[in-house]
């Protein structure tokens, strides 16, 4: 998924999920720290990752959360 391959016969994050026992959210995680190791730019219908690190940088300001460990840091 990580490379636009379509390895899971199209399932998504959230049958993923289900099929093997997390969250969506852990997916996304881990597919993200995937394609930032490889290098490769988002697929259609993810954010940049400049976009996501702005909107959680605007999130932390909104609400005051310290920043915290991620997978997807550069």
Known sequence: MAAGMNSEG????????????????????????????LGLKPGRG????????SMAKSYRERHGVKPAQRTTTK
């Open 46 to 53: 993810q954010r940049t990752f400049a976009a996501r690190e």
């Open 10 to 37: 199209g399932a998504g994050g959230t049958d993923l999920a289900a099929k093997y026992g997390c969250t969506k959210q852990n997916i996304s995680q881990h597919l993200l720290a995937w394609q930032k190791a």
